[in-house]
């Protein structure tokens, strides 16, 4: 996706960079961040986004989303080839659930969900609804108490 997209989309303004910059995905977490992403420099409760820009720029983000307010520190402004966008506010969770969706098509609205509620039971509901489904329909996954299942895998609740 290029970034031009969103700096329409979003109001976000081109601080340094090309607007043709490719992104191939989104992180606000530097240590999660791969070649050709955008880095959302998020702060949370106790640490400051803006602090993690360089661990982003050195696993290869193509980009970086700041506050209007962030520091911008000078080796960013060094870094060749390094997009710098800048939000008015400050990213937060829900811009980067919003940028996340939007990049990766809004996998949620092709989801079929089964919610099952009650006193008792439900867990021997869902196995066997998670059985009929996957029966009838291909892979079916689940999220219980006991545990959550992707359809390929089952992980064991702590």
Not at 7 to 19: M, S
């Amino acid at each position: 996706m290029r970034l031009g997209k969103w700096l329409a989309e979003e109001n976000w303004t081109l601080v340094q960079g090309l607007a043709e910059t490719i992104i191939t995905g989104v992180s606000d977490d530097s240590r999660k961040v791969e070649p050709g992403m955008l880095f959302i420099a998020r702060s949370g409760v106790r640490e400051d986004g803006a602090k993690y820009l360089m661990e982003a720029l050195a696993r290869g983000a193509r980009a970086v989303l700041l506050g209007d307010k962030a520091v911008l520190p000078e080796e960013v402004g060094q870094s060749a080839g390094a997009a710098v966008v800048r939000c008015k506010g400050e990213p937060d969770v829900a811009m980067v659930g919003r940028l996340a969706e939007k990049f990766y098509g809004e996998p949620s609205k092709q989801l079929q969900l089964v919610g099952i509620t009650g006193t008792k039971g439900k867990t021997t509901v869902a196995y066997l609804i998670q059985q009929l489904l996957g029966e009838l329909a291909g892979k079916c996954g689940m999220i219980g108490t006991i545990c959550i299942d992707d359809g390929k895998k089952r992980f064991r609740r702590n």
